[in-house]
């Protein structure tokens, strides 16, 4: 159960803390629009993942706890992903590694997303998506470089973007 | 018997959430082991398999982390001894340098350098520069 409801005030609140409060400025009159088409595809999250789940994640608590790690989840490379893959990203927030990765794009045809995570009770999850705006969640995926091999790991804010 | 210990030096990206980085590149390190977090301001272990750790564990400036719960008790009944030597390694990470506010430093202690822990090394830092260049730094564009 969460402690606060998400809805337009504490969304632009959200956005304001994490350094993602450019958008509000970048949609200048559309902002309380944008604010509630935003607020649903958060609630359309939260009620994906408290199905597969059965526990509802908390969003706003995240802004104050962690700040970084809450800033990761709302820059706008996560907002515009898809729901599926706001709920794999909130897995690898709490500590999911990735397993397994596949991205394949070619123009005129439907992307193919798919991504298959380890949650630290070591089990398997497998995340997929055909919406080719996912691809923009890639660059905040951290790699660990070991040896000459890669291991891509957790999910962090791209400062770049604002 | 004390054990010497030894300590490395890395730079981090400043208002990033370090810890994370760290436990990540800690449970690769000790992968297949059940490793467990403890707070430098609390002396209650959590494993890495509680999802406290990871959205207010690792907010923690100053950190140990175990690669069991065995370890850790080990280091808390007897302290450094032989046999639990590089089980425990402890991490404190700085406020952001007077110098370059866009980055702190990452203290890591641990007992002995041996090449598993130059491996460790390797990949922390590897992965802090991964999250590094997520970060702009115009003057080496």
């Known amino acids: 159960m969460t402690a606060r409801t998400l809805d337009r005030a504490t969304v632009r609140a959200a956005l304001e803390k994490t350094g993602s409060g450019w958008l509000l400025s ?4 559309d902002a309380d629009k944008q604010l509630d088409k935003l607020v649903a595809q958060l609630k359309d999250f939260a009620q994906e993942y408290r199905r597969r789940f ?3 994640p908390d969003l706003l608590e995240l802004v104050d706890v962690n700040p970084a790690k809450a800033a990761a989840f709302f820059q706008l490379d996560t907002l515009m992903a898809s729901r599926t893959m706001k709920v794999m990203i909130w897995r690898l927030l709490l500590g999911s590694e990735i397993a397994e ?3 394949r794009y070619k123009a005129d045809e439907p992307a193919s997303f798919r991504i298959r995570l380890v949650t630290p009770y070591g089990e398997e999850e497998t995340y997929q998506s055909n919406d080719a705006s996912d691809f923009r969640i890639l660059r905040h995926i951290g790699i660990t470089g070991i040896g000459g091999q890669s291991t891509l790991q957790g999910y962090y804010a791209f400062k770049g973007s604002n | 018997m004390m054990i010497g ?3 490395e030096l890395l730079l981090a990206p400043a208002n990033e959430c370090i810890a994370d980085v760290i ?17 430098a301001d609390s002396d209650h272990t959590y494993p890495l398999s509680d999802p406290w750790v990871w959205k207010v564990g690792t907010t923690s400036r100053e950190f140990f982390v175990y690669r069991s719960q065995a370890d850790a008790d080990l280091w808390e009944r007897d302290g450094a001894v032989p046999i639990n030597v590089n089980t425990m390694f402890h991490f404190m990470i700085g406020d952001p340098m007077p110098a370059d506010p866009r980055f702190v430093e990452v203290g890591f202690a641990f007992d002995k350098r041996t090449a598993e822990i130059r491996r460790f090394i390797e990949a922390l830092r590897s992965c802090l520069l991964s999250v590094m260049t997520q970060t702009p730094m115009p003057e080496a564009a």
């Open chain 1, 26 to 29: 970048y949609w200048g009159q």
């Open chain 1, 54 to 56: 059965k526990e509802t």
């Open chain 1, 101 to 103: 990765l596949e991205f």
């Open chain 2, 5 to 7: 210990g030894d300590d």
């Open chain 2, 23 to 39: 436990l990540r590149v800690c449970r690769l390190h000790w992968r297949g082991n059940p490793c467990v977090f403890e707070d």
